[in-house]
T-cell receptor, first 112, second 110 residues
């Protein structure tokens, strides 16, 4: 099993550009989430999903969209990148409510 | 929504010293509690978790945590730290979604 796979690992965007961060898991997990990690702020939840076709907002959803058309994939879209979105993004998945998350290796995004 | 507070921003210990990292959460209902560790340059890994039952839970690498419901706390402990425990430690609370504390950076001096 590959676990949770995130691509790309590194990305530089110009302000105003859009892009999609990819996340895929091969563990048949129902729950998937996107977090951003910034120094001194821990991980903040952007969006999450409890199953295919179901998504909900987390703490910091503005500027990001998600969809969950399959159990395996949970892409994160930046609509119009801003320097404030410079961060490390982690995707995570878990089998159900009473489980811990398995994290991907992260995407380091820089917006200039 | 629930929130998670970690009291210590940066802890510096010598090898063999005992460790306790504080974690408090705000939600009063039934929650699941976690500690994760992030080694430099890596992603988060699960150290231990509490769902129900014995409030003292044991995790990997000799770590344990105690859930005290009356204090809304879930503190992480290790009797004797090693240089390899140098990392950032995150407490997390899961109700409808999982929220993390700001993290505590642990530096262990050899």
């Amino acid at each position: 099993n590959a676990g949770v796979t995130q691509t790309p690992k590194f990305q530089v965007l110009k302000t105003g550009q859009s892009m999609t961060l990819q996340c895929a898991q091969d563990m048949n997990h129902e729950y998937m989430s996107w977090y951003r990690q910034d120094p001194g702020m821990g991980l903040r939840l952007i969006h999450y999903s409890v199953g295919a076709g179901i998504t909900d907002q987390g703490e910091v959803p503005n500027g990001y969209n998600v969809s969950r058309s399959t159990t395996e994939d949970f892409p994160l879209r930046l609509l119009s990148a801003a320097p404030s979105q410079t961060s490390v993004y982690f995707c995570a998945s878990k089998a159900g409510a009473n489980y811990g998350y398995t994290f991907g290796s992260g995407t380091r995004l820089t917006v200039v | 929504a629930q929130s998670v507070s970690q009291h210590n921003h940066h802890v510096i210990l010598s090898e063999a010293a005992s460790l306790e990292l504080g974690c408090n959460y705000s939600y009063g209902g039934t929650v699941n509690l976690f500690w994760y560790v992030q080694y430099p340059g890596q992603h988060l890994q699960l150290l231990l978790k509490y769902f129900s039952g014995d409030p003292l839970v044991k995790g990997i690498k000799g770590f344990e945590a105690e859930f005290i419901k009356s204090k809304f706390s879930f503190n992480l402990r290790k009797p004797s730290v090693q240089w390899s425990d140098t990392a950032e430690y995150f407490c997390a609370v899961d109700y409808n979604d999982m929220r993390f504390g700001a993290g505590t950076r642990l530096t262990v001096k050899p």
